[in-house]
């Protein structure tokens, strides 16, 4: 997607999916090494962690995002949910209810629910792996972790599935009205992919 299209066509590139299609690109370089389990985390290739703090603060700042602190366990957990007047029906568009994207500091891990189509072409281009729970149905189908980001295309990319899953976890306006009223969303979105490399 180009910085320069206009915006019923990026309206109607997020409506459909597009963000996150075939057309994402392909991850340079290995597969992170991930150690399975309940508590699937990965183990390397994390990349600076500024790219993830980053990541973080600025879905933070996305209309209808609250950060939930975990009742128990470690403070480096941060789950990302929407605000409950936005909140979606559709149960597989959380990891928890309300909770559709979780960043474990720590252990430098996303979990990221997303819709098939998208969690699809995340695992094949290379971008993230299913959750080991999700095959027990503990997790939705589109369950995922997502390689952290070690660059700024990467940060983009990260931008994009980030975005994909929030649009399914929000009840949205659609059109021009989704456009003006997200242009926060936009900004960072378009601001990395049109960066030069």
Same mark, same amino acid.
């Given at each position: 997607m180009s910085a320069k299209g206009n915006? &019923? %066509?990026q309206? %109607?590139?997020v409506k459909s999916g597009a963000f996150v299609s075939e057309n994402i690109p392909v991850r340079k370089g290995r597969r992170p090494a991930t150690l399975r389990g309940p508590l699937h985390i990965q183990c390397n290739g994390h990349g600076d962690r500024k790219y993830l703090h980053k990541l973080a603060a600025d879905v933070l700042s996305w209309p209808y995002? %609250? =950060? !939930?602190?975990p009742t128990h366990g470690p403070s480096n957990i941060l789950s990302i949910r929407v605000d409950k007047a936005a909140t979606a029906k559709d149960s597989t =568009?959380?990891? !928890? @209810?309300g909770e559709f994207a979780r960043i474990l500091?720590? =252990?430098a891990t996303i979990y990221l =629910?997303? @819709?098939l189509v998208c969690a699809h072409w995340a695992i094949v281009r290379g971008w993230a792996e299913p959750h080991y729970l999700r095959s027990s149905g503990v997790m939705p189908p589109g369950a995922l972790i997502v390689y952290t980001p070690r660059n700024p295309e990467?940060? &983009?990319v990260c931008y994009s599935l980030f975005f994909a899953a929030y649009h399914s976890a929000c009840k949205l306006p659609s059109g021009s009205e989704m456009i003006a009223k997200f242009a926060t969303v936009y900004k960072y979105l378009l601001r990395d992919i049109a960066a030069p490399s």
């Amino acid at each position: 997607m180009s910085a320069k299209g206009n915006t &019923s %066509e990026q309206g %109607e590139q997020v409506k459909s999916g597009a963000f996150v299609s075939e057309n994402i690109p392909v991850r340079k370089g290995r597969r992170p090494a991930t150690l399975r389990g309940p508590l699937h985390i990965q183990c390397n290739g994390h990349g600076d962690r500024k790219y993830l703090h980053k990541l973080a603060a600025d879905v933070l700042s996305w209309p209808y995002i %609250e =950060a !939930t602190p975990p009742t128990h366990g470690p403070s480096n957990i941060l789950s990302i949910r929407v605000d409950k007047a936005a909140t979606a029906k559709d149960s597989t =568009a959380f990891l !928890t @209810p309300g909770e559709f994207a979780r960043i474990l500091f720590g =252990a430098a891990t996303i979990y990221l =629910a997303l @819709p098939l189509v998208c969690a699809h072409w995340a695992i094949v281009r290379g971008w993230a792996e299913p959750h080991y729970l999700r095959s027990s149905g503990v997790m939705p189908p589109g369950a995922l972790i997502v390689y952290t980001p070690r660059n700024p295309e990467e940060l &983009s990319v990260c931008y994009s599935l980030f975005f994909a899953a929030y649009h399914s976890a929000c009840k949205l306006p659609s059109g021009s009205e989704m456009i003006a009223k997200f242009a926060t969303v936009y900004k960072y979105l378009l601001r990395d992919i049109a960066a030069p490399s």
